[in-house]
């Protein structure tokens, strides 16, 4: 009942269809004259967005006269290398687009999958369709680094490729049976169809390949890696009219530790299974309700795959969610579609939960026709990124659709351009000592010798170290292109969250001149975080581990706030202060790293992030 009243809630109160765009809402749409659709999308280092998906084009040249057995073999001989081609499309904070690539195969592709790989080049997957997988290491610039088409004798598809800790990954898919009684238990399959699996180290290289199933139809779906080195493996099993979700925890061999099936009667899906915040597992799904239509599953599994809560929401629309994500705060949100029955248009869908699968608010997007989101990424601020396809804004053509959304289902806006005013702002006002400043070229908080994520695009100001700089001084300052500061004094003695003398000399300096710089500009400022974090360290199982370091690392945000307050200088802009700063505690989500190792020391720090409305 509490439930029903909840749903009735969402429906009536917050429940919106967005029918017009907003010259300042962070979405857009990209097509050319046939389809183009997306499936996959990331955040990059430096705070751009990337989507993978396919686009479609088909020569409008006049073909010579001939004679075709089937359109396929018709638009082939158009021309060899139109037709559906993986499409790799990267956005800036302002919505432009900086990078838009398509593939030139003969054999017309999708691309499924988009990673970044240790080298902070693209990694995509997808599949041909006439049955071969893909995987494909891209620069930057989106220009191939290597293309490897790989697979059996038979009709092969890639649905997942996951990003394992080695800096490896594996192509997860689907192979059909081969009929050819001369084939071996490999190339032949086990039933109609089997589960397909292909690991690959970081460069590119095949380790291991191998097929799992039954009797039945098996179809690999999704994985998430595993701390072991190994992954958990998402697939269904289908038997006539009926089918099952299931789970399998694969080792870094490709052996198989565990199995487990949720069943369900009638025709499930697996769509998408993610890590939570406390080290579980949330595996995203559908069911068929009364009126054999798609709704709803969500369901929470621990590491061994025993289900810790089943949630399954009925409606009497056919919708169903393809990607999902989980936020700072631990809540989930998941996008696809809304339908109210085969013949209605169909709203691409984001709904929101909290940590135990109860809804929190829900929002329908499109104009009329047909829209749905395939894909959703957590971004460094707390919003999500989205991506889909649209056909309510184009002449009954499938466009790519790309928006931001916030956590309360406001559209994010657009960055300003007036971020590079700020940026030269607080560079003049917190680089201002005698020190030299010199550009790091690499997005990174440490010297040289250390590393945390090797970024491209983002140029980093940062005081050199000098034996005549004071050692409260700003030699110590990093600030970054998208408005993130750091203090490499500002980090904590292990489990401490108590303020040092030098703490406080370095934000007697460092605050005062942070609000200075932005008072101009304070009409256009949302927020100041204060971002704290921890290392791993703490004698506890994982999921208290965690929740004490989240603890803690609020008390050591809390801690610089406080103390920001007392400072004489700007008690006049406390009321300002007041509206704008919050606090941010992050755990050990965000680790530093030395050498591909946990710099556990720099890892205790706090930062700062300007945002702007």
């Known amino acids: 009942m509490k439930l029903f009243l909840l749903s009735l809630f969402i429906s009536t109160s917050l429940y919106a269809l967005i029918s017009e765009f907003k010259s300042d809402d962070y979405q857009i749409i990209i097509g050319k004259h046939f389809d183009d659709e997306a499936y996959d999308i990331i955040e990059d280092h430096d705070h751009s967005i990337s989507v993978i998906g396919y686009t ?14 089937n359109a396929f073999d018709y638009l082939s001989s158009i021309n060899t290398h139109n037709g559906e081609q993986l499409r790799l499309v990267s956005l800036d904070m302002q919505a432009q687009i900086l990078l838009d690539k398509s593939f030139s195969l003969s054999d ?3 691309g499924t999958q988009i990673l970044k790989d240790a080298y902070n080049r693209y990694l995509l997957g997808g599949y041909t369709h006439n049955g071969q997988m893909l995987i494909s290491s891209v ?14 004798a038979n009709f092969d598809r890639l649905h997942a490729l996951v990003q394992l800790n080695d800096g490896g990954s594996v192509a997860i898919g689907t192979s059909q049976t081969s009929r050819n009684r001369h084939d071996d238990i490999f190339v032949q399959g086990l039933g109609r169809s089997d589960v397909y699996l292909v690991n690959f180290d970081k460069y590119g290289q095949i380790r291991w390949k191998k097929k799992y199933g039954s009797p039945k139809k098996d179809t690999g779906k999704d994985g998430v890696a595993s701390h072991d080195g190994g992954f958990i493996l998402l ?7 009926s089918s099952e979700i299931i789970a399998a925890k694969i080792n870094d061999t490709g052996n198989t530790s565990w199995i ?17 915040l406390q080290g579980d597992y949330l595996i995203l799904g559908s069911f068929e309700n009364k009126n054999a239509q798609d709704n709803i599953r969500l369901i929470k599994i621990d590491k061994e795959g025993n289900t810790l809560w089943e949630k399954n929401y009925y409606t009497n629309a056919n919708e169903s969610l393809y990607d999902l994500s989980v936020d700072q705060k631990g809540n989930i949100i ?17 709904r929101y939960y909290d940590h135990k699968g109860i809804p929190i608010w829900e929002r329908s997007f499109g104009k009329d026709r047909q829209d749905t989101f395939r894909t959703v990424t957590l971004l460094h601020d707390n919003s999500f990124a989205i991506a889909g396809f649209t056909n309510s804004y184009a002449d009954k053509k499938r466009q ?24 030269s702002d607080l560079q003049g006002k917190l680089m201002d000592d005698s020190t030299p400043v010199h550009i790091n070229k690499e997005n990174t908080y440490l010297p040289s010798s250390s590393t945390r994520h090797k970024t491209d695009n983002t140029d980093v100001i940062k005081h050199s170290t000098s034996s005549t700089t004071p050692k409260n001084s700003f030699h110590d300052v990093a600030l970054f292109k998208d408005l993130r500061i750091t203090h490499d004094g500002l980090v904590f003695k292990q489990g401490s969250s108590t303020l040092t003398a030098e ?16 008072l101009p500009y304070k009409d256009k400022i949302k927020n100041i975080k204060i971002k704290g974090h921890t290392s791993t360290e703490w004698n506890a199982p994982d999921t208290q581990r965690y929740l004490n370091n989240a603890q803690l690392s609020n008390n050591r945000a809390m801690s610089v706030l406080n103390y920001s307050y007392q400072i004489e200088q700007i008690k006049p802009q406390q009321k300002w202060m007041s509206e704008i700063f919050t606090t941010d505690g992050y755990s050990y989500s965000d680790l530093i790293y030395l050498n591909d190792k946990e710099d556990k020391i720099r890892s205790r720090r706090v930062e700062f992030e300007i945002i702007l409305k």
């Open 503 to 518: 703490h406080k000399q370095i934000l007697e300096r460092f605050i005062p001149k942070l609000i200075e710089s932005l």
């Open 108 to 110: 017309y592709n999708r």
């Open 260 to 276: 487990k099936s949720y069943p369900k009667p009638g025709r499930n899906k697996a769509y998408k299974i993610i890590q939570t």
């Open 334 to 350: 998941g996008v696809g579609y809304t339908q109210g029955d085969a013949q209605s248009d169909m709203d691409a869908l984001v």
């Open 400 to 423: 790519i659709w790309v928006l931001k959304i916030n956590d309360d289902g406001s559209l994010v806006k657009k960055q300003h351009s007036i971020t590079k005013d700020i940026y």
């Open 235 to 241: 697939s269904t099993s289908e038997d006539g009219n």
């Open 56 to 69: 479609q084009d088909f020569s409008r040249q006049e073909p010579k006269a001939h004679s075709y057995r």
């Open 139 to 152: 620069d930057i610039n989106g220009e191939e680094v290597y293309l490897k088409q790989f697979g059996t």
